[in-house]
C-alpha cells in the first residue's frame, strides 16, 4: 500500500462569480521514502492540492474523493482528527520562509511548541530536541539562534528553520510547496540538498510542489504534470524529461533552460504560446487544447483517459488513445507494478 | 533606548510652551473678565481696578504670558482666581478622583473591547460578530452626554437603582464607568477586530495550524500577540485622554474631577487654573504616547532590534 494515494480528488471553490473547479479529479501515489513532484503553471492547482492533504483550506472549498494516508481516509477525518495528524504524521514547509514563521516568537519558541503545547513535553527536554533538529538541518549554533527572531535571519535559514520544525515530529509525509522559489540560486541548492539528504536519513516521503522544472529534475523521483485541475502527464523523471508525451509537457521542457547544454544566449527560450483558461469557464474538451498546436475536433469535445505508456508512464492526449490501453481500465495491474518496481 | 527616552522628553518642552501659548492667547480674545465674574455683585468699579492691579491683569497679554512661563519653568502653575489656592493643589486634590474614574473605565473598556474584538474576528459575519460591533458602533458613535442622560434616567430614575451624581461610594462609579467604558470599548473592540482578522490571513498562522496546534492556541498564542501591537498604542493614548479627565462626564455626573475643573475654570475665566487643566492634561497625552511607543517597542522584536 502506497503511503498517499489521492484518489479523484476534486476542489471546487464557492466564489462570487460562481463554482471555481479548483482541481478536477487527479490520482497522485507517492511512496514512503519517495520525493514526487507535481508541476505546473500558476493557478493549476497545486497549492489547492497540498492544503487539502494538510486539511488547510479555507470553508468555502468542497472537496470530494479520497486522500488515503497508510490507508485512512483524511477527508473522512473529524476536524479534532484531523489537527492531530498535522505535524505528526504529514507536515508542511511553503514558499515564503520569512513569512511563515511569527515575526514576535523567538526560534526556539516556535520550534519546541508543538512538543511542549501538544507532546507534554518539559521545556528543557524540547529544547533539547530543538538544538538537535536545528543541527540536523545544519544550522550552525544552533542553541544561540533558539532566542532569535525571524528578522534576524536570512531567507535560507529561515526555511531551515522552518523544515527543522516541520520534522520535528518525524512525519512519514512532508509537503513542500515551493520550497525554494523565493530563495536565490544557491540557497536553493542547499535546501534541495537538504531535503534529499533528510529523506535518505529517515525515509519521510516528500511532495514537492514546484513549478520549476529544474528543482524537479534534480531531486524528484517521480512527477506528476498539472494543467488547469487535471494530470497530464505522470511518470519517472526519466520518463517524463527523456520522454515527454502530452504536448502541454513537451513544451514545458522546451521552456526549460537546459543546464547541460552549453546556453550561448543565441538560443531563446520557448514558451508556450497562449495563456491558462479561466477555471470558471473551462472549455468542455481537454483544457490544453485551446494551446495546442496538434489538437484536432475530438479535443474540443471530450476530455480523454489517461492512457498508460509503459510501466509507471501515463499520458491524458487523444494522440495516444488507441495506440496505448486506457490508464483507469488497468490502474490496479499499474499500482502492483509500482510496488513490485520499489 | 534610553538616549531615545530623553529626547522624546525634551521633545516635549515645545508642545507644551505651544499649547501653553495657545490656550492663554485664546483666553485673552475670549469676552469676559475674571474679576467681573468673581465678583458679580460687588460693582464698585474702583475696587475692581484695584484687585486689577494687585493680580497684574492691567498688563499687557506678553507681559503676563511671559510672567506665567516663568512660573511653571519652576513648576509653578500659578494662583487659582476662584479657589484662591495654587493650582498645583487645585488639581492634586481633584486628580484621585479623576484617576479612579478613569482607571475603572479603562480596564471595563480594555476588558470588554478586547473581548468583544476577538469573539468577532473569529467568526466574522456571524451573529455574534454583527450584534458585538453594532454595540461598539453606537457606544463610538453616541453623545457621551446623550448616553449618560439615558443611563441616568433608566437607572437612577427608572429602575432607583444607582445614584445619578456624586462621589461618595462604588455605586456612583457604575454609570458613568458605563458611559466611558462604551464608547472606549468599541475603539479598542473594533480595532482588534480588525487587526486580529488581518493577523489571521497571515502565513505564519498557516503554519501554526500546519503544526497542529489547536485553534485556540493559533489564536491566543500566534495572532493576538501580532494582533495587539496596535491596540496597545490605543490604549496607552486612552488611558492618558482619560486621565486628563473627562468633562462631559464628569460635569454630567458630578463628579469632582480634573474635568469638571476645566469647565469650572472657563465658566469662571480662571486662567491660570484652565491653564493648569490644560497643561496638565497635554503632559499627560504626551507621556503616553511615549508609554505607547516603548511598549510597541518593547512588544514588536522588530522595532526593538531597528532601535539598539
Ligand atoms: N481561497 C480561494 N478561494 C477561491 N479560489 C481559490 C482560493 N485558493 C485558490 N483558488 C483558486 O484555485 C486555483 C488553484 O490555485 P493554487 O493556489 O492551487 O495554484 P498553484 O498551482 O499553487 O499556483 P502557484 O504556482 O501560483 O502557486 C486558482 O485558480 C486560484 O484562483
Ligand atoms: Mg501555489
Known sequence: ?342 | MIRYVLLKIFSTIPILIGVSALVFFLMNVVPGDPIAIMQRDFIDPDALERVRREMHLDDPPMVRYVRFLKGMAHGDLGYSYKMRRPVSGVIATAFPNTLKLATCAALVSWIIGIAAGVASAVKPGSFLDNALMGFSLTGISMPTFWAALVLQYIFGVLLGALPVAGFDSWKHLVLPVAVLGWGQSGIVARLTRSSLLDAMRRDYIRTARAKGLRERIVISAHALKNALLPVVTIMAIQISSLLSGSIVTESVFGIPGIGRLAIGAIHNRDMPLLQGTVLFGTFLVIAGNLIADMLYGTLDPRIRYVKD
Open chain 1, 1 to 342: 500500500m502506497s503511503l498517499l494515494e489521492i484518489r479523484d480528488l476534486m476542489i471546487t471553490f464557492q466564489t462570487q462569480r460562481g463554482l471555481l473547479p479548483a482541481v478536477s479529479g487527479i490520482d497522485i501515489e507517492a511512496q514512503a521514502g519517495e520525493i514526487v513532484g507535481v508541476v505546473g503553471e500558476s493557478g493549476c492547482g497545486k497549492t489547492v492540492t497540498a492544503l487539502s492533504v494538510m486539511g488547510l483550506l479555507p470553508d468555502r472549498a468542497r472537496t470530494s474523493g479520497e486522500i488515503l494516508l497508510d490507508g485512512t481516509d483524511l477527508l473522512g477525518l473529524t476536524p479534532e482528527e484531523m489537527r492531530r495528524t498535522r505535524g505528526t504524521r504529514i507536515s508542511m514547509i511553503f514558499q515564503e520562509p520569512m513569512a511563515a514563521l511569527n515575526p514576535v516568537l523567538t526560534v526556539g519558541r516556535q520550534l519546541t511548541e508543538p512538543l511542549v503545547r501538544i507532546m507534554g513535553i518539559g521545556e528543557s527536554e524540547a529544547t533539547e530536541q530543538a538544538v538537535r533538529m536545528l543541527e540536523t538541518v545544519h544550522v550552525s549554533g544552533a542553541r544561540e539562534r533558539l532566542s532569535a527572531y525571524p528578522h534576524q535571519l536570512s531567507g535560507g535559514l529561515c526555511q531551515r528553520v522552518m523544515i527543522a520544525m516541520a520534522l520535528i515530529r518525524q512525519p512519514r509525509l512532508l509537503i513542500a510547496d515551493e520550497p525554494t522559489t523565493a530563495l536565490d540560486v544557491t540557497i536553493q541548492a542547499q535546501i534541495l540538498d537538504l531535503l534529499r539528504e533528510l529523506r535518505d536519513r529517515t525515509g519521510t516521503a516528500i511532495l514537492l510542489i514546484t513549478h520549476d522544472l529544474g528543482v524537479v529534475a534534480e531531486l524528484c523521483d517521480r512527477v506528476y504534470v498539472m494543467y488547469a485541475g487535471h494530470v497530464m502527464e505522470q511518470g519517472n523523471v526519466y520518463q517524463i524529461f527523456d520522454d515527454p508525451m502530452h504536448p502541454y509537457a513537451y513544451g514545458l521542457m522546451r521552456s526549460m533552460p537546459e543546464a547541460g547544454r552549453a546556453n550561448t544566449g543565441r538560443e531563446e527560450l520557448y514558451s508556450i504560446p497562449g495563456t491558462v483558461p479561466d477555471l470558471m469557464n473551462m472549455p468542455s474538451g481537454c483544457p490544453f487544447c485551446p494551446r495546442c498546436a496538434e489538437s484536432g475536433p475530438l479535443c474540443r469535445e471530450i476530455l480523454p483517459q489517461l492512457v498508460r505508456i509503459s510501466k509507471g508512464h501515463a499520458v491524458r492526449c487523444w494522440k495516444y488513445v488507441g495506440t496505448h490501453r486506457a490508464h483507469d481500465a488497468d490502474r490496479t495491474e499499474e499500482r502492483e507494478g509500482a510496488r513490485v518496481a520499489r
